[in-house]
T-cell receptor, first 114, second 115 residues
Framework: AQSVTQLGSHVSVSEGALVLLRCNYSSSVPPYLFWYVQYPNQGLQLLLKYTTGATLVKGINGFEAEFKKSETSFHLTKPSAHMSDAAEYFCAVSGVQGAQKLVFGQGTRLTINP | NAGVMQNPRHLVRRRGQEARLRCSPM?????VYWYRQLPEEGLKFMVYLQKENIIDESGMPKERFSAEFPKEGPSILRIQQVVRGDSAAYFC?????????????FGPGTRLTVL
């Protein structure tokens, strides 16, 4: 069975500082990996995804993530935080064939301090 | 291309009533997924459907919950005899299929409150 662990349910950074949100996954085979963002009372918006190929994936709003198979990690980073980045972030994993459901981590709430 | 549409956005029911949640996938998408988000928790998979077929219902509670995706019309998630523990946000997602990297597009959700 697949699972996702997001380290830190709450992360707080200053505006302009580096954002690092951690995600580790468990999967018996190389999975597809996703980061979604959720603003209050809204649905989820895809930030980026890894399927195959280049392990450094660039997404929207200046975010990027690196797939590290040896560490089973897919951490999300952004060099300089903006106030508008304050939201809930979810890491998710899915299989690449057969079952296609997304398995989500518990989420990380990002707060940006002025 | 309109996104995934869900209605109603907010639904209030008393214990014992029925709740019907509707989801219209993006145009051209034939795969629909339902997820539930309890307060302060991540999303949990409930059911995956394709037109007229339930593919995976491993996350659905055994009783009171059912889902359908008819040939015509939206997908429906039905909760019978609701209880307070059913209060949550229910999200629908759609995708064109696994060949597109299983990217799922989410609707705005239906927030169910059971009094």
């Amino acid at each position: 069975a697949q699972s996702v662990t997001q380290l830190g349910s709450h992360v707080s950074v200053s505006e302009g500082a580096l954002v690092l949100l951690r995600c580790n996954y468990s999967s018996s085979v190389p999975p597809y990996l996703f980061w979604y963002v959720q603003y209050p009372n809204q649905g989820l918006q895809l930030l980026l995804k890894y399927t195959t190929g280049a392990t450094l994936v660039k997404g929207i709003n200046g975010f990027e993530a690196e797939f590290k198979k040896s560490e089973t990690s897919f951490h999300l980073t952004k060099p300089s935080a903006h106030m508008s980045d304050a939201a809930e972030y979810f890491c998710a994993v899915s299989g690449v064939q057969g079952a296609q459901k997304l398995v989500f981590g518990q989420g990380t709430r990002l707060t940006i301090n002025p | 291309n309109a996104g995934v549409m869900q209605n109603p956005r907010h639904l209030v029911r008393r214990r014992g009533q029925e709740a019907r949640l509707r989801c219209s996938p993006m145009k051209g998408h034939s795969h629909v997924y339902w997820y539930r988000q309890l307060p302060e928790e991540g999303l949990k998979f409930m059911v995956y459907l394709q037109k007229e077929n339930i593919i995976d219902e491993s996350g659905m509670p055994k009783e009171r919950f059912s889902a359908e995706f008819p040939k015509e019309g939206p997908s429906i998630l039905r909760i019978q005899q609701v209880v307070r523990g059913d209060s949550a946000a229910y999200f629908c997602a759609s995708s064109p299929g696994l060949e597109y990297g299983n990217e799922q597009f989410f609707g705005p959700g239906t927030r169910l409150t059971v009094l």
